[in-house]
């Protein structure tokens, strides 16, 4: 047995292997403070320990660099290509963010924290968030936020050690949305116009029948919302708001939030209005 912890180097004591040593999943062993500093990360260290390496566990604590640069994996739609934002732009989004969830009043469970540090990749200042709950994908034990903005929902999700998986979701593809009660846990449906995709909500029921009361009337009025109708569209399809929208199909895809293929896509709808 290792006499020594393989992450400070610290002499193990009768107390590290009181119940057996620390041991990881390359032989090496943590002392107990490290141990209990690397699982105020992850908590999953404590009871499945012996699934991590000692490269796992440097990994987790190392800190964060300047310029931060991220590959997003999206479930349902094309990846989105990684971008790098500085340190500065990273902390005024966050900062604008954090005042928007305070305006909201959010409600967020401790496990979404990994989520939440994406959101200054995804979201600019000049987006506002309208509605945020913890919600994952149904049948996944992913943990995840759903986002909705003036302009989209966005779906963040991450497993314990995997790159997070992001998925948007313009207005213009959603047709509506549903809240399905559950005995378990209630589910937020997307109806968009080739599948349903669902969000189970386990964390908190009361707020994620919130979040559902702030969006419905976005996506479910027979009438387009004033708020939809300023960011897509109106009866009559005007030139200047048909480039508007153009130029906010731009900054997304600059921001690395829509591909080539979603941006050309998007595009051809809105100049097909133009016709």
């Known amino acids: 047995m290792s006499k020594n912890c393989s992450l400070c180097d610290a002499e193990l004591t009768s107390i590290d ?9 390359d032989n090496t062993v943590l002392c107990n403070k490290c141990l209990d500093k690397a699982s105020t990360v992850n908590q999953e260290l404590l009871y499945n320990l012996n699934n991590f390496s000692i490269d796992d566990i440097k990994g987790m604590l ?14 349902s739609i094309p990846v989105v290509e990684s971008n790098m934002i500085s340190k500065e732009i990273y902390k005024r989004r966050k900062r604008k963010i954090k005042h928007d969830l305070e305006q909201l009043n959010a409600s967020l469970s401790v496990f979404t924290k990994g989520e939440m540090k994406e959101l200054p990749f995804l979201i600019p200042e000049d987006e506002k968030i ?11 034990l992913d ?4 986002v909705a903005t003036p302009t989209r929902m966005l779906s963040v999700s991450k497993s314990m050690f995997g790159a997070p998986k992001i998925n948007v979701y313009l207005n213009e593809a959603i047709q509506s949305v ?10 937020i449906q997307l109806h968009l116009s080739d599948r349903i995709v669902e969000f189970e909500c386990y964390m908190d029921k009361e707020d994620a029948e919130k979040f559902y009361d702030r969006i419905k009337g976005l996506y479910n009025n027979d009438q387009v919302s004033p708020q939809k109708q ?13 480039f508007d929208q153009l130029e906010k199909l731009g900054k997304l895809r600059e921001n690395g939030i829509l591909t080539d293929i979603e941006f050309t896509e998007q595009k ?4 097909e209005k133009l016709k």
């Open 17 to 25: 292997t009181l119940l057996g040593e620390n041991k990881l999943s």
């Open 62 to 75: 190392e800190p964060k660099a300047a310029l931060v640069k991220k590959e997003r994996y999206l479930p």
């Open 268 to 271: 051809r709808k809105l100049l």
């Open 178 to 187: 549903r809240f399905v009660t559950d005995p378990r846990s209630p589910v």
């Open 230 to 242: 300023a960011n897509y569209s109106v009866t009559e399809h005007s030139p200047q708001i048909i």
């Open 143 to 146: 943990a995840g936020i759903l």
């Open 130 to 140: 309208l509605a945020i709950t913890d919600a994952q994908y149904i049948n996944t």
